[in-house]
């Protein structure tokens, strides 16, 4: 029931870190903003990640004792060719933009499909234009679970990076309480914007419905 496509078997999502990361390398990338500037930025790649993925940090420099963080799902279709099924590509744009004026670090996941993997997503995609269903009934259909994502990665990456306190961008109180869970305490959580358009809207109506923090009167 809960295996991904490439057949791992999740974690459970709460208790203590069992194991720790450490960096492999730091090496800096200039990274492009919307308004296509550049702003240099630090990749780092990590060892001993618990699920074995090449999740990245991107790390702007900051000064805050309590850095801004960011913890971005890979979505392929929305990161790289602007799909506008969801609001993924904006909210990047949206963090490299802050991030790069402010500081902060992005944690760009490769937890695609909300841990389902891209394939899977294509296939939930299907089942949401031929029957209807929401992202989330898709999901079922496909025999997974709402959402596979497990943020341990996460809570070690920024351990690694020796970071244990932060303020977090994000509208989804699953990965607050997991952070904190993992040992993260999460100072401040600071709302990301609502890129709301008409092909998008029902995609965040329905995770609004689920539980997102996400104020649909707005729009980006
Ligand atoms: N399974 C599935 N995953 C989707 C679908 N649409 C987008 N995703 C994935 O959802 C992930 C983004 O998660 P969201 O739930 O949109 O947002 P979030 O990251 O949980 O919350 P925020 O921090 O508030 O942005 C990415 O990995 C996308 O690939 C879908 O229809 N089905
Ligand atoms: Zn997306």
């Given at each position: 029931m809960l295996s991904t496509s490439s057949g791992e078997t999740p974690q459970p999502r709460t208790g203590p870190?069992?194991?720790q990361a450490t960096v492999r390398t730091r090496v800096e990338v200039p990274v492009r903003r919307s308004d296509?500037?550049?702003?240099t930025a630090e990749m780092v790649s990590f060892t001993g990640l618990a699920d074995g993925r090449e999740h990245i940090a991107v790390v702007f420099p900051f000064a805050q004792a309590v850095p801004l963080v960011r913890v971005h799902s890979e979505c392929l279709t929305g990161d790289v060719f602007g799909s506008a099924r969801c609001d993924c590509g904006p909210q990047l744009t949206e963090v490299v933009d802050l991030f790069s004026d402010r500081g902060g670090i992005l944690l760009y996941l490769r937890q695609e499909g909300r841990g389902i993997g891209?394939?899977?997503?294509?296939?939930a995609?299907?089942?949401?234009?031929?029957?209807?269903?929401?992202?989330?009934?898709a999901n079922r259909e496909?025999?997974?679970?709402?959402?596979?994502r497990d943020y341990r990665v996460a809570a070690q990456m920024l351990r690694a990076l020796g970071v244990t306190r932060i303020r977090l961008r994000t509208n989804n109180p699953d990965k607050i309480?997991?952070?904190e869970n993992y040992g993260i305490t999460v100072e401040e959580v600071l709302p990301t914007g609502v890129h709301r358009t008409e092909r998008n809207h029902e995609y965040l109506r329905v995770k609004a419905e689920q539980g997102h923090t996400i104020l649909l009167g707005e729009s980006s």
């Amino acid at each position: 029931m809960l295996s991904t496509s490439s057949g791992e078997t999740p974690q459970p999502r709460t208790g203590p870190l069992t194991t720790q990361a450490t960096v492999r390398t730091r090496v800096e990338v200039p990274v492009r903003r919307s308004d296509r500037d550049w702003r240099t930025a630090e990749m780092v790649s990590f060892t001993g990640l618990a699920d074995g993925r090449e999740h990245i940090a991107v790390v702007f420099p900051f000064a805050q004792a309590v850095p801004l963080v960011r913890v971005h799902s890979e979505c392929l279709t929305g990161d790289v060719f602007g799909s506008a099924r969801c609001d993924c590509g904006p909210q990047l744009t949206e963090v490299v933009d802050l991030f790069s004026d402010r500081g902060g670090i992005l944690l760009y996941l490769r937890q695609e499909g909300r841990g389902i993997g891209l394939y899977n997503k294509l296939e939930a995609y299907r089942l949401q234009d031929d029957r209807g269903l929401d992202t989330f009934a898709a999901n079922r259909e496909l025999n997974f679970s709402d959402d596979l994502r497990d943020y341990r990665v996460a809570a070690q990456m920024l351990r690694a990076l020796g970071v244990t306190r932060i303020r977090l961008r994000t509208n989804n109180p699953d990965k607050i309480h997991q952070l904190e869970n993992y040992g993260i305490t999460v100072e401040e959580v600071l709302p990301t914007g609502v890129h709301r358009t008409e092909r998008n809207h029902e995609y965040l109506r329905v995770k609004a419905e689920q539980g997102h923090t996400i104020l649909l009167g707005e729009s980006s």
